[in-house]
Nanobody, 123 residues
């Protein structure tokens, strides 16, 4: 089992930026694919971005439209989600997840989840 801890959320105005961090520990094979997801109460959890931390491949939801970027610092066992030009519709709890057999942005394929970090975008 993999342990994941998210941080970096907060409140920003539209157009602002945040960088979320996900510190990953545990079983190495399960850490190969790390994804970012978000959820608002009453809505389905949706994928945002994912990366194969060994191959360097990245995957993004089309709704992001180039505003977000996923990256990693292998020395720190940390995966980042850089979020730019934030919009009110980006408001959600953001989760880091691991365990997908193949890297993707479909939340139902992930096994291990962090506790979430809140992102609020409002004027």
């Amino acid at each position: 089992q993999v342990q994941l801890v998210e941080s970096g959320g907060g409140s920003v105005q539209p157009g602002g930026s945040l960088r979320l961090s996900c510190v990953v520990s545990g079983n190495t094979p399960s850490r190969n694919c790390i994804g970012w997801f978000r959820q608002t109460p009453g809505k389905e959890r949706e994928g945002v971005a994912a990366t194969n931390t060994r191959a360097g491949s990245t995957y993004y939801a089309s709704v992001i439209r180039g505003r977000f970027a996923i990256s990693q610092d292998t020395a720190k066992n940390t995966v980042y989600l850089q979020m730019n030009n934030l919009k009110p519709e980006d408001t959600a709890t953001y989760y880091c997840a691991a365990g997908a057999q193949t890297c993707n942005i479909y939340p139902e394929t992930y096994n291990d989840w962090g506790q979430g970090t809140q992102v609020t975008v409002s004027s």
